[in-house]
């Protein structure tokens, strides 16, 4: 698996359960939560803290067009909410986490590249060999959703932070398994979860218990949750434990002119082959529905077990 990224806490916990479930070879960074430079440091800092060999390479900095934009609002100015991080030991692999995309996409059979943040290196990539799609095993997505947004009354913020590039994606990769806000709402993660984390006692479980601490918080300042969405961990768990999910496939478009809707994912649930209607191809996978219990058990005993391994 190779995971591209703007941690986030969300994306810290799936880089941990990632790093535990399956043969994590890379992960990349992108402006997304917080701008790069946050994005990057949290990602190494990740790695440090729960000391995995895995490179991190540095990504774009900035959308393909639409102007920068962040969400400190929900994961903190940093973007790993209060947690207080250790100076860091360790650097960056290269700046170039296009290249890296792509040339492991090249080296490594049966590759799982997951997107877990805005698609600008996606793009990205994707302009720099558009046989891309070809080479990889698999590509899931936590982004979108069916029928509601999160940043807006129908974007989910991931899309909506580079639509432009989210719209590229949908139309180049001829399968995507879209994890989004109909799934990711349904997995939350909650104060008990949080203090067996604790009770493990190990730095990994240690510092996802903390990242659960600001998040269920701030889930419940904002959205009046008991527990909080760890959306990217999901998409992460939708790879390791296809069984655990329900989805069907859809064609799936991305709105970019729209006043209300840019950044809208467009999800045609119409019944395929009807006569007069112009349906399109299914591209993607749309995750509707999460055994919530199952999921998170796993993405727990994923973190915990990581201390021991």
Not at 4 to 23: E, F, K, N, R, S
Not at 64 to 76: E, Q, R, S
Not at 176 to 204: I, K, N, Q, S, Y
Request: charged letters at 20%.
């Amino acid at each position: 698996m190779l995971i591209d990224c703007d941690p986030g806490l969300d994306d810290a916990i799936a880089l941990l359960a990632a790093a535990q479930l399956t043969d994590l070879v890379g992960i990349t960074t992108v402006n997304g939560n917080v701008g790069i430079d946050h994005t990057t440091h949290n990602a190494l800092a990740v790695t440090q803290i729960a000391d995995l060999d895995v490179p991190v390479h540095r990504g774009a900095a900035r959308p393909l067009i639409a102007p920068t934009i962040d969400a400190a609002y929900v994961h903190g100015p940093t973007g790993l909410g209060s947690v207080e991080l250790p100076e860091l030991s360790r650097s960056i692999a290269s700046d170039d986490a296009v290249g890296f995309i792509c040339d492991t996409a090249r080296a490594v059979d049966d590759l799982h590249l997951v997107a877990v943040g805005p698609l600008t290196n996606i793009a990205l990539a994707l302009r720099a060999d558009p046989d891309l799609p070809s080479r990889l095993g698999g590509f899931t997505i936590m982004g979108g959703g069916a029928h509601a947004g999160n940043v807006t009354a129908v974007a989910e913020f991931n899309v909506w932070a580079d639509p432009e590039a989210a719209a590229i994606v949908f139309r180049e990769f001829p399968m995507t398994t879209m994890v989004g806000l109909d799934v990711t709402h349904r997995v939350l993660m909650r104060p008990a979860d949080r203090d067996r984390l604790r009770a493990a006692g190990g730095p990994a479980a240690g510092l996802a218990a903390d990242l659960l601490d600001f998040a269920v918080a701030r889930a419940g300042e904002i959205a009046g949750r008991d527990g909080a969405p760890i959306h990217d961990a999901s998409a992460v768990m939708a790879v390791v434990r296809p069984d655990l999910f329900r989805g069907e496939e859809h064609p799936v478009d991305v709105e970019l002119a729209g006043t209300l809707t840019r950044g809208m994912t467009v999800v045609d649930q119409r019944p395929r082959g009807r006569a007069g209607e112009d349906a399109g191809r299914a591209n993607a996978r749309v995750l509707f529905d999460a055994d919530e219990a199952a999921v998170v058990n796993s993405i727990v005993d994923a973190v915990i077990a990581l201390d021991s391994a």
